[in-house]
């Protein structure tokens, strides 16, 4: 199953034009990245960045990074940021997601 996620975000990577990213970050992105899809929801792992509450106790890597800056109690909930979805020519949304699962980033 995760094998099969990973291919099939190496080769969302590659349709996507993406040839800068290097595998590992095509495969794993790191929890709290943004990304821009072409298409009109948020993959697997990904939520759209739309001020939404989460559950500390589910989102633990994300919090640490995030904290309360967006919102939240910091005792149960946090806050997604709140970003205005991209709109495409026609007029179609494309939203902003935040990678909830992937690599911590390291601290420098």
Not at 60 to 87: E, N, Q, R, W
Request: net charge positive; with cysteine; aromatic share 10%.
């Amino acid at each position: 199953m995760a094998r099969m996620r990973r291919i099939r975000h190496f080769l969302l990577a590659l349709v996507l034009g993406w040839p800068s990213l290097s595998l590992a970050a095509a495969v794993d992105p790191f929890v709290g990245q943004v990304g821009t899809f072409g298409f009109e929801f948020c993959p697997s792992g990904w939520a759209p960045m739309n001020g939404q509450l989460l559950s500390l106790s589910q989102n633990t890597a994300l919090f640490s990074l995030l904290g309360t800056s967006y919102g939240g109690d910091g005792i149960s909930t946090f806050a997604l940021p709140l970003v205005k979805p991209l709109l495409t020519a026609d007029r179609k949304m494309i939203p902003q997601c935040i990678a909830l699962q992937g690599v911590f980033p390291p601290r420098p």
